[in-house]
């Protein structure tokens, strides 16, 4: 949320002598960007500011105005016991379900962007290339993109159900499995079926966007390099990739975001299973079934600055220019 | 001509205006399993004719844990939009707050309930809900199968997985290779820490926490139950099976592929369907006994009542639907078409139900005996408390650390949350 804010405001030319006119545009520009921040203030900044201050009280969702200050009490507190004089620490921190909840979710996010950053590439390419019905080909490949979470996630849990399954049915008639087998319920399998279903949902985003990038390159690159005689594969590594690079990491980051926020999908597939949960999924168990709205809160505004971490660190390595222009 | 139309148009619609503030528009949010949805419309549409006031249902999944937490979040934010609330008998003491109190509503009927289900939805005095059906799972067996291979209904839970097997294996050898032991609800969710509550509990191994607040988990008979039903996944039961709940179960129940089920009354009216493989070849008998001391048939009391939203816009007319869809009329003929066991008590005697589903007269004794789950002693803490039981289960069910490991860490872990 953050970054779109920030990286969405038109920049005026730098100049030595910003001409009057320049002037009046940037203010102009002001103008026309004030609602967009209110609204954003309003839908985004306040909820935001609401859940970090939960986070430093005891509210519950029975009573969330009458909830008291406690400081950082969600997140740490210890006691020392009186008869060994150990110290005992308890809250979010030291919570090794919540720990669990994050390493899932970056071993879900790593996993996923890297195969749909693949598979995205190897369909762009493909669709870039001129052939035959190509119209109809890029509008069948966004189906899966274009089908809401919920929906597909219901589908693929039919699918994949042990008994009635149409996986298990055509594995056993192929001969690939031995036995059905329960892809939600185990834990060992459980990940790989999460993982499945979202590359199958997100790969043609990703592939819809390294596919803008490529149109972008002019064409008389690959002329040059053809008479040149450079190989192919030299091409796609000397040329496509370097050019296409802007492109692919804010594909790339958009898609992280997304992955690290992941909700739907598993709330649907396995909602209560130790192996998938996520942090937003522990969050909300935390807000709503259970009654610790603060602790929840207190997750929520973990789950945000991990978020804003992980943003920061990729545009800071990664250079990202959001600006599209060249570097 | 123009101005003639526009009048008649402005008079229509303030005459629909006028009757629509008589006639109250509700709505009644309800998550049932099988063709509950449908028998609700039936009973609404009487409603209406009779009374005037319409009334839309909002369907919810069928997963008793998703529909809490949906509920929870639109009466904390005192969503207007809902009048009737369908709830489980385990949400009264959390729910208290966000419901009208019907002991004056109710005076006059309250008395025909069973007390102890009446006494379930009272906290500190206030009637929360009124019930419209208990609950009690049952053993269901396929009697044509027990018949060809000779054997008598399972009452221990050992005597069920060595017939179960045997019938299994040689099903399984006559060219039936879907046929499965038994099948019951084994997904982390509220369904489960039923389930694991009767194995525990038939084992003498308490009630998780006692009703004096006691955390019990912890002992030898209920390492045994969960040592005992850790050797039925992946031998007569599916590996799946740690993925179901009633409705997946019931789908393989009644497609003819498992010897056994564990699942709630409302199966027997739809295994009883045209549709269904299993119609006229099935039977219901108490759940089977643990071993060793203390052991006995448990069943984990269930059962699902109608409580009014505190912020509903027409609260009279609202509760006159919660007295509609609990009074004898309803509970009778739910009786009948849906097999789901009255409260009312007089209706355990009636010859209608007895006919049309004979299961519902046997089956008083075994609700009255039934264990409830520690919603009481645990108030608010119960979803919580529920949630790390299903864990630990689902864990040893799906070889996650061995039994004995994962109750102690629950214990530890329920001392941390209740002390």
Known sequence: ?327 | MKLKTLIISMMTSVTLVAGAAQAAELAIVSGDTGNGLAFLQEQLKKFTERTGHNVTIVPMPSSTTDQFGQYRLWLAAGNTDIDVYTTDVIWAPQLADQFLDLTEAAADVAGDHFPSIIESQTVDGKLVALPAYTDAPALFYRSDLLEKYGKEVPTTWAEMRATAQEIMDAERAAGNPDMWGFVFQGNAYEGLTCNALEWVKSYGGGQIVEADGTISINNEQAIAALEEVRTWIGTISPEGNLAYMEEESRGVWQLGNAVFMRNWPYAYALGEGDDSAVKGKFGVAPLPAGEGEGARSAATLGGWNYAVSKYSANPEAAIELALFLTSDEIQKERAIKQTNLPTLEALYDDAEIAEAAPIIPNWKEIFQNAVPRPSAPTKSDYNEVSSLFWSAVHNTLSGNGSAAENLEVLEADLEDLLN
Not at chain 1, 12 to 19: E, F, G, K, L, N
Not at chain 1, 32 to 55: H, K, T
Not at chain 1, 283 to 291: G, K, S, V
Request: charged content about 15%; proline content about 4%.
């Open chain 1, 1 to 327: 949320m953050a970054t779109e804010a920030m990286v969405s405001p038109v920049r005026t030319p730098v100049r030595a002598v910003r001409s009057e006119l320049t002037q009046q545009r940037a203010r102009a520009a002001r103008w026309f960007l004030l609602p967009m921040m209110i609204a954003l203030l309003v839908v985004a900044g306040w909820p935001l500011l609401r859940s970090i201050w939960f986070s430093f009280t005891d509210a519950s969702l029975n009573n969330l105005y009458g909830a008291e200050w406690i400081g950082l009490g969600n997140y740490l507190r210890w006691q020392v016991l009186e008869s060994s004089g150990t110290v005992r620490y308890r809250g979010l921190l030291v919570d090794p379900a919540w720990w669990n909840a994050v390493w899932n979710t970056v071993r879900f996010a790593f996993w996923s962007v890297l195969w749909e950053t693949v598979l995205g590439m190897i369909v762009a390419l493909v669709l870039n290339a001129e052939f035959r019905g190509r119209g109809i080909v890029r509008a069948a490949i966004l189906i899966p993109w274009a089908i809401p979470t919920i929906v597909s996630a219901k589908m693929w849990s039919w699918m994949l159900n042990d008994q009635f399954g149409i996986l298990n049915d055509l594995g056993m008639r192929l001969g690939l499995l031995s036995q059905k087998v329960a892809w939600t319920a185990s834990a060992e399998t459980a990940m790989t079926a999460v993982l499945v279903v979202d590359i199958w949902k997100t790969t043609p985003f990703m592939a819809l966007l390294i596919l803008a990038g490529l149109q972008m390159i002019p064409k008389d690159i690959y002329e040059a390099a053809e008479i040149d005689g450079v190989h192919p594969v030299k091409q796609f590594f000397k040329i496509t990739l370097p050019l296409v690079r802007p492109a692919l990491m804010v594909a790339i980051i958009f898609r992280v975001l997304d992955a690290l926020r992941i909700f739907d999908l598993i709330y649907v597939l396995t909602p209560n299973s130790d192996a998938t949960k996520t942090m937003s999924v522990v969050a909300r168990e935390n807000l709503f079934d259970f009654d610790n709205f603060a602790y929840g809160s207190a997750q929520s505004t973990l789950l945000f600055l991990i978020i804003a971490l992980f943003t920061t660190l990729y545009i800071w390595l990664g250079r990202v220019n959001f600006d599209g222009g060249s570097r």
